[in-house]
């Protein structure tokens, strides 16, 4: 099973953390909130937000491409990259994985108004 590596994120993961052996076929949003990196995601992992954006830095040609939705919403994301993914959408296949989180997210559930 190939290995999960999140860089530190001052909040979320300020050590960062290595997942060894995420399991295949499983979002990389699902893989780090099963191992306590508490990830936002306040959609529920059903594409309708970008709160789980993350910048794939290892392994992106090993994903699916992204569908239409998951890019017309990673427009509107903070820090986006070429190589941006919403992690509720990015599934696990063969090849080691290395993900830094932006430090912003656009979350205006918890956003003070």
Do not use: F
């Amino acid at each position: 099973m190939p290995k999960l590596t999140i860089l530190p994120h001052p909040e979320i993961c300020p050590e960062g953390k290595v997942i060894e052996n995420a399991p295949k076929g499983v979002s990389i949003c699902r893989v780090m909130l099963d191992n306590d990196v508490d990830i936002d995601h306040a959609c529920e992992l059903s594409c309708a937000c970008t709160t789980c954006h993350v910048i794939v830095r290892q392994g992106l040609s090993s994903l699916e491409d992204a569908t239409d939705a998951e890019e017309d919403l990673l427009d509107k994301a903070w820090g986006l990259t070429s190589s941006s993914r919403l992690s509720c959408q990015a599934i696990i296949e063969d090849a080691d994985l290395t993900v830094e989180i932006p430090k912003y997210t656009i979350n205006h559930a918890k956003e003070d108004h």
